[in-house]
């Protein structure tokens, strides 16, 4: 049996328009195509409008997830177990950071008059050994220097995708100690 090419065009027409009519039945039962709400919509407060003749309307954002909060200064806390020693004497220094969340804490001790010894330059606690002599001074003051710094990293998913947020924090505190004879 033969088919002619009318009869093959009949056909093919045919199955167009049972594809149509079912594209057109799933799409009025929601199938098929996308499932969520269009975001914008005459009843919709979020969408404004350009101009009233202008069919391109613009969104305000609103943020998928709630933005994490913004630290803006570190509470950074340094407990020191004496301030005032005797020559060659030692004393513990530790430090805390509160209220932040972060990927990466890191504290880095610092001698900056080199009086003493530090135990450590990025230990928690450290220990401080006062010098042995004042070098025929009656009172030497020691500077210990304390910087914090805090690496945050937010991974969030948006609207426009996966959004990664890079903070970094840094804070300085300094301690005085007295060495007297």
């Known amino acids: 049996m033969q ?34 709400k269009n975001p914008v919509s005459e009843e919709d407060p979020t ?8 069919d391109v309307v613009e969104l305000t954002q ?8 913004q630290v803006t200064d570190l509470d950074v806390k340094i407990t020191v177990t004496k301030k005032t020693v005797q020559p060659g004497e030692e004393i513990e ?7 932040v969340r972060g990927t990466s804490v890191t504290l880095n001790w610092l001698n900056i008059t080199q009086f003493g010894a530090l135990s450590a330059s990025t230990e928690n606690p450290v ?13 030497q003051v020691e500077v210990i220097q304390l910087v914090v710094t805090v690496i945050s990293e937010v991974v969030s998913v948006g609207s426009s995708g996966i959004e990664t947020d890079t903070q970094i924090f840094t804070d300085t505190k300094n301690v005085l100690l007295t060495v007297r004879n």
Do not use: H
């Not at 969408?47 to 202008?54: G, I, K, L, P, Q």
């Open 62 to 69: 609103i943020p998928d997830v709630a933005e994490p909060e």
């Open 93 to 99: 220094l530790t430090a805390s950071v509160k209220g």
């Open 127 to 139: 220990t401080w050994t006062a010098p042995q002599t004042l070098d025929g001074e009656n009172v």
């Open 3 to 36: 088919i002619s090419r009318i009869d093959m065009f009949f056909y093919m027409s045919l199955i167009g328009v049972y594809i149509l009519l079912i594209g057109l039945v799933l799409s009025l039962a929601g199938c098929g195509g996308s499932n969520l």
């Open 47 to 54: 969408a404004e409008s350009r101009n009233a003749t202008d």
